[in-house]
C-alpha cells in the first residue's frame, strides 16, 4: 500500500459532493489509517453531508470527517485558508497528507471556440478551474508541509488536456493548463508525490451536460450513447486510481489514463 494511506492522514477532496468526488472520497478514506482526518469540500451542503454519511458506513474507526460547503468559483484566499485549516484542527498531529483536485466544470459547451469573445465569462471559468486549484494547492502545501512527512498531489486530469474535442474548448485549455502546473509542481518538488490522473470517460451529470448541450453532432452522439452504459462508472476508475497509489510505482507529475497498461 502507498506510504500516505498508511499513516494518519489528512485527506482533502474538493468536488466531494457527488459523482467521481463522492467516489474518491468514500472509497479512499476506507483504506486510510484510524485517527486520520478527512475534509470534504463542494457548493452544495446537503450533498456534502450525505457523502460524509456514505464514509461512516465503511471509515475505519476514530476517522474524522469534516464538510466544508465551499463554492470554489467565487472563494477567496481566507475562505481556502479555513477549508485546509479545519483539517489540522482537527488533527494537528498528521503523518501524511493528501489533496485531490476533483472540483471543476466543463464550461458551455453550446459554443465553439470562435464564440467565446466574453473576458467576463472566460476569466470566470478559469477561476474555478484553473486559479482556485492552484491557490488552493499552494494553501494546502504550505499548511502541511512542516507537519506531514509524506505528501501526495493529485489532479483530476483528462484525455481532454492532451487533445482537442470539439465544443470543449475550454475543458481542454484548463486541463491542460492544470497538467503542465503540476508536472512543474513535481519538477520543483521531487519530495512531492503528484499525479495527473485521467479517469477516462464517466457517467456523470457532467457528461449529462456534453450530451445535452454541445454544439457540435458527432460528441453529442458520443456522449449520448456513453451515458446510456459506454461510458465507465466512477467505482471503476476509482479502484483503478487506487491501484496506481498503492503500487506508488508512477513517475512524480506523470499523466496516467485509466486505459494505460497497469503499472
Known amino acids: 500500500m502507498a506510504p500516505t494511506l498508511q499513516r494518519r492522514t489528512l485527506l482533502l477532496v474538493t ?18 489509517a484510524s485517527g ?5 469540500t463542494a457548493r452544495n451542503e446537503a450533498d456534502l453531508m450525505r457523502t460524509a454519511e456514505m464514509i461512516a458506513l465503511t471509515a475505519p ?7 466544508l460547503a465551499c463554492d470554489l468559483a467565487v472563494a477567496d484566499d481566507h475562505d481556502l485558508e479555513r477549508i485546509v485549516g479545519a483539517g ?24 465553439t471556440a470562435l464564440q467565446h469573445d466574453s473576458v467576463a465569462s472566460a476569466d470566470s471559468y478559469f ?6 486549484v492552484v491557490a ?20 483530476i486530469s483528462s484525455l481532454c488536456a492532451l487533445q482537442p474535442f470539439k465544443s470543449m474548448s475550454l475543458y481542454c485549455a484548463g486541463k491542460a493548463a492544470r ?7 513535481a519538477a520543483e518538488h521531487p519530495e512531492l508525490r503528484v499525479l495527473n490522473y485521467a479517469p477516462g470517460p464517466l457517467v456523470t451529470d457532467m457528461a449529462r ?5 454541445t454544439a457540435d453532432p458527432d460528441i453529442q452522439k458520443m456522449f449520448r450513447e456513453g451515458v446510456d452504459g459506454g461510458f465507465l462508472t466512477c467505482a471503476t476508475t476509482v479502484e483503478r486510481l487506487i491501484n496506481a497509489l498503492e503500487s506508488d510505482k508512477f513517475e512524480s507529475g506523470s499523466h496516467v489514463d485509466y486505459f494505460d497498461k497497469d503499472e
Open 15 to 32: 468536488g466531494a459532493s457527488r459523482g467521481l468526488g463522492r467516489e474518491l472520497a468514500v472509497k479512499l478514506t476506507a483504506r486510510l
Open 36 to 40: 486520520s482526518v478527512v475534509v470534504l
Open 61 to 67: 474507526p476514530d476517522v474524522r470527517v469534516v464538510p
Open 88 to 111: 489540522l484542527e482537527s488533527n494537528p498531529s498528521v503523518e501524511a497528507a493528501m489533496i485531490i483536485h476533483n472540483s471543476g466544470s466543463v464550461g458551455d459547451v453550446s459554443r
Open 127 to 132: 477561476r474555478l478551474n484553473v486559479a482556485a
Open 136 to 155: 488552493l494547492n499552494g494553501v494546502f502545501l504550505r499548511q502541511v508541509g512542516q507537519r506531514a512527512a509524506h505528501v501526495t498531489v493529485i489532479n
Open 179 to 185: 497538467d503542465m502546473f503540476f508536472r512543474v509542481l
Open 209 to 213: 451536460t456534453v450530451a445535452d448541450t
